[in-house]
């Protein structure tokens, strides 16, 4: 069964530091894998996406992510945070064959001024 | 092109109650999928549906059921609310399920029903 771990819960940066979320997942076959954002009272907004090709994926709002499959890692990274950037954020993995996406736990993200 | 919308927004219901939300998937999407989000379970996968046909379950009782109609617009009912059905629901689409193992379509969420159980 597929799984996605996010090892932290929550996360502050001061404005203008880099960001990295870290995310591994659990599949068998060929992930697809994504990172979605959430603002408070808000539904999820797509960030990025890896399906295959390149491992390195950009995303909207400046975010970029690394697939790793010696690592089972797709972590999220951005070089300077700003503070609207405060939200949670949610990496998944999709099933192959069925429109099901497993998610980790999440990750809050919070930015000192 | 509009997005995902679900209604009502918001609810408020008691224990024993039933309660029905909607959700209209993005024009000429046909598959649709439900989420429950809760801060102790995070995000979990309810039901998935594609041409009026439930396609896959998650874990959940008996008690949360699903339909979509032909027009592609789902409903989800849950019966018997308890207190730990408070959560908020998303419903997500995509213009079709990948249909293979090695396939799959991305899915665009919607703003989510915020359910309250008394």
């Known amino acids: 069964a597929q799984s996605v771990t996010q090892p932290d819960i929550h996360i502050t940066v001061s404005e203008g530091a880099s960001l990295e979320l870290r995310c591994n997942y659990s599949y068998g076959a060929t992930p697809y894998l994504f990172w979605y954002v959430q603002s408070p009272g808000q539904g999820l907004q797509l960030l990025l996406k890896y399906f295959s090709g390149d491992t390195l994926v950009q995303g909207i709002k400046g975010f970029e992510a690394e697939f790793k499959r010696s690592q089972s890692s797709f972590n999220l990274r951005k070089p300077s945070v700003h503070w609207s950037d405060a939200a949670e954020y949610f990496c998944a993995v999709g099933a192959g064959g069925a429109q099901k996406l497993v998610f980790g736990q999440g990750t809050r993200l919070t930015i000192n001024p | 092109k509009a997005g995902v919308t679900q209604t009502p927004r918001y609810l408020i219901k008691t224990r024993g109650q039933q309660v029905t939300l909607s959700c209209s998937p993005i024009?000429?999407?046909?598959?649709v999928s439900w989420y429950q989000q809760t801060p102790g379970q995070g995000l979990q996968f309810l039901f998935e549906?594609?041409?009026?046909?439930?396609?896959n379950k998650g874990n959940f009782p008996g008690r949360f059921s699903g339909r979509q109609f032909s027009n592609s617009r789902s409903e989800m009912n849950v019966s018997t609310l308890e207190l730990g059905d408070s959560a908020l629901y998303l419903c997500a689409s995509s213009p079709r399920p990948g249909l293979a193992v090695s396939s799959y379509n991305e899915q665009f969420f919607g703003p989510g029903t915020r359910l309250t159980v008394l």
């Open positions: 024009s000429g999407h046909r598959s």
């Open positions: 549906y594609f041409s009026e046909t439930q396609r």
